[in-house]
């Protein structure tokens, strides 16, 4: 009973540099999306796809990029990190129709950029 | 485009003593509401939700929320907190455009961090 997975669950990155947060879900979840949560801000909407292929931008998509190339992941990745993207990053999923009935939450990864 | 405002970042409040946590929201169409909770450390968990009828839900951990549509609020209350509900509780919204084609999308209020005292 998995749910959402994330890894890694804690990175710390130099500004410049790459990374890529996978999400995995093993619920047969059609929706995905990835949030980042900063104090005081709530949870907002960077990316999120609606099936297999696809991906559409949130409310804060700058610096950005997904990929789902395959239903049960999603991919979120920082092409040159910036200290503004220092933030928990939450993936979740939920199923079509039902997509507005809750989702599923991973457990986080926190990122640092220094 | 909604939009969720929590009135209140803190809540302090002793063991056994009620609480509210308030949330109003804005959104020119017809809205599901929810309210998360969050443990130290930990992800969200859906507490309740609501989406149609009875405007007065139950959730988990003897929760519950009122939908007031004319006040465009969702007031969360609890009649007597344990310790164990201290966490960071998040409303949340998603509309619903006459195709039906929100995707789920949420928007989150700021957060409401509830501190339970002995």
């Known amino acids: 009973n998995a749910g959402v997975t994330q890894t890694p669950k804690f990175r710390v990155l130099k500004t410049g540099q790459s990374m890529t947060l996978l999400c995995a879900q093993d619920?047969?979840?059609?929706?995905m999306y990835w949030y980042r949560q900063d104090p005081g801000m709530g949870l907002r909407l960077i990316h999120y796809?609606?099936?297999?292929?696809?991906?559409a931008k949130g409310e804060v998509p700058d610096g950005y990029n997904v990929s789902r190339l395959k239903k049960q992941n999603f991919l979120l990745g920082l092409e040159s990190a910036a200290p503004s993207q220092t933030s928990v990053y939450f993936c979740?999923?939920?199923?079509?129709?039902?997509?507005?009935?809750?989702?599923?939450f991973g457990s986080g990864t926190r990122l640092t950029v220094v | 485009a909604q939009s969720v405002t929590q009135l209140d970042s803190q809540v302090p409040v002793f063991e056994e003593a009620p609480v509210e946590l308030r949330c109003n929201y804005s959104?020119?169409?017809?809205?599901?509401l929810f309210w998360y909770v969050q443990y130290p450390n930990q992800g969200l968990q859906l507490l309740l939700k609501?989406?149609?009828?009875?405007?007065l839900v139950k959730g988990i951990n003897g929760f519950e929320a009122e939908f007031n549509k004319s006040q465009t609020s969702f007031h969360l209350r609890k009649p007597s907190v344990h310790i164990s509900d201290t966490a960071e509780y998040f409303c949340?919204?998603?509309?619903?455009?006459?195709?039906?084609?929100?995707?789920?999308?949420?928007?989150f209020g700021q957060g409401t961090i509830l501190t339970v005292h002995p």
């Open positions: 979740a999923s939920s199923l079509p129709g039902q997509g507005s009935y809750g989702y599923t």
């Open positions: 619920m047969n979840h059609e929706y």
């Open positions: 796809s609606v099936g297999e292929g696809t991906t």
């Open positions: 959104s020119s169409v017809s809205v599901y």
């Open positions: 609501y989406l149609s009828g009875s405007t």
């Open positions: 949340a919204v998603t509309d619903l455009n006459a195709g039906g084609t929100s995707y789920g999308k949420l928007t």
